[in-house]
C-alpha cells in the first residue's frame, strides 16, 4: 500500500484541513445543540407536552448519535468511512430479512452477505470494473445458492427478495461507499448525507405548512404532494449554495449541474422512502425496527440513501470521476 493510499484512508488531519468539513460539522453541531435548548425551554414553559417532550427529546438525542457515527469514520478516514457503510448495509438487511421472513432461508441470506462483502471489498481495492461486476456477480450467486436447497416451493418468492435486499443494500449503499475513494471524500459523502436527510425533513416542513393533496395516500398518507415540490425546491436549494464549496475548480462546479443534481437526489430520496413504506404497507408494520429511539428502524431512518446513493454518484461521476488520480487496485494490482 503507497504513501497516498494510506494517508486517505487514516490520516485525520486531512479532516481538519477540509474547510466544508470543519464548517458543516460545527453547523450540525449548532443546529442539534439549538434543538436540544429549544426543547428544554418548550417542555419547562408548559408549551408541549410530556409525551410530547419525551419523544422530541429521543428523537434529538438520536439524531446525536447518528451524527457521532456517521462523523467519526469521515473525520479518521476512507477505511472507516467503507467499514461504516458496510456495516449499515448488513444492518439494514438484518431489518429487512427480519420483517420479511427472508432470514429463515440461511442459504439465500448467506448469498446476500457474501455479496454485501464481496461488492464493500471492491470498493475498498478502489476495483471499479470488478465493483461493476458484483451486481449481476452477487444475482448468479443468489439464484444458484436458492436452487441448492432443493425446496422449488417458495423459490422465486425468496430469491427475489434476496435479489431486491442486494441490490438495494449491497450495491445501492456499495455506490456510497465508492465515492471514499476520491481524495475530497469527506465533503462528497458528507454533502450527500445532508442533503438527503434534510430532505426527509423538509417535505415534512412543507407538507404540514402548505400540505393539501396526499402524494400517496395509500403507501405513505402523511406525504402531500405540496411536501414533495417545496423538498424538491429546498434541496435544490441547499446543494446550488453548498455545492461550489465541494466542487470547487470541478465540471461540476456550475449552477446548471448543481441544480440537477439538487433534484435528483430530492426526487430519489423521496423514492427510497416510499418503496421501504411500500413494503411495510405490504406487510403490515409501522417500523422496520425500534433500534432508534424516536425513529424507529435503522432502515426507517436510511431508507432515502438507497436509491439515491447511486443517482448521486452517477451524475457526479459522468462529470468528474471519483478517485480517477489515486491508485487502483490496491491489494491486487498485480494480477
Not at 195 to 209: C, R, W
Not at 267 to 296: A, F
Request: glycine share 10%; with cysteine; charged share 15%.
Amino acid at each position: 500500500m503507497d504513501a497516498a493510499t494510506t494517508a486517505r484512508w487514516f490520516d485525520y488531519t486531512q479532516a481538519l484541513e477540509n474547510r466544508f468539513f470543519v464548517t458543516a460539522g460545527f453547523g450540525i453541531g449548532a443546529l442539534l445543540l439549538i434543538a436540544l435548548l429549544l426543547t428544554t425551554v418548550l417542555s419547562r414553559s408548559g408549551k408541549i407536552g410530556k409525551e410530547r417532550s419525551r419523544e422530541l427529546f429521543s428523537r434529538t438525542f438520536t439524531w446525536v448519535g447518528l451524527v457521532i457515527a456517521i462523523g467519526a469514520p469521515l473525520f479518521f478516514g476512507a477505511f472507516w468511512t467503507i467499514l461504516a457503510l458496510l456495516f449499515l448495509s448488513i444492518f439494514c438487511y438484518r431489518e429487512f430479512a427480519r420483517i420479511t421472513g427472508l432470514f429463515r432461508n440461511y442459504l439465500v441470506s448467506i448469498a446476500v452477505v457474501i455479496g454485501i462483502v464481496v461488492v464493500f471489498f471492491a470498493v475498498l481495492d478502489h476495483w471499479y470494473n470488478f465493483f461493476t461486476a458484483t451486481s449481476s456477480l452477487g444475482v448468479v450467486l443468489i439464484v444458484t445458492l436458492g436452487v441448492l436447497s432443493d425446496r422449488p416451493n417458495g423459490y422465486l418468492q425468496r430469491v427475489a427478495l434476496a435479489v431486491l435486499a442486494f441490490l438495494m443494500f449491497g450495491v445501492s449503499l456499495g455506490h456510497v461507499a465508492y465515492m471514499a475513494n476520491d481524495s475530497n471524500f469527506r465533503s462528497l459523502i458528507l454533502l450527500f448525507l445532508i442533503a438527503v436527510e434534510l430532505n426527509d425533513v423538509f417535505a415534512y416542513l412543507a407538507g404540514n405548512l402548505f400540505g393539501r393533496r396526499k402524494l400517496a395516500p395509500e403507501t405513505s398518507p402523511n406525504k402531500t404532494i405540496e411536501g414533495s415540490l417545496g423538498a424538491v425546491v429546498s434541496t435544490t436549494l441547499l446543494i446550488y449554495f453548498l455545492g461550489p464549496f465541494v466542487f470547487e475548480g470541478t465540471a461540476m462546479d456550475s449552477a446548471g449541474k448543481l441544480i440537477t443534481l439538487g433534484v435528483i437526489v430530492s426526487l430519489t430520496g423521496q423514492l427510497g422512502d416510499l418503496v421501504i413504506s411500500s413494503v411495510k404497507r405490504d406487510l403490515g408494520i409501522k417500523d422496520t425496527g425500534n433500534i432508534l429511539p424516536g425513529h424507529g428502524g435503522i432502515l426507517d431512518r436510511f431508507d432515502s440513501l438507497l436509491l439515491a446513493g447511486p443517482a448521486y454518484f452517477h451524475f457526479i461521476g459522468y462529470f468528474n470521476g471519483f478517485g480517477l488520480n489515486e491508485p487502483t487496485r490496491i491489494f491486487w494490482g498485480g494480477l
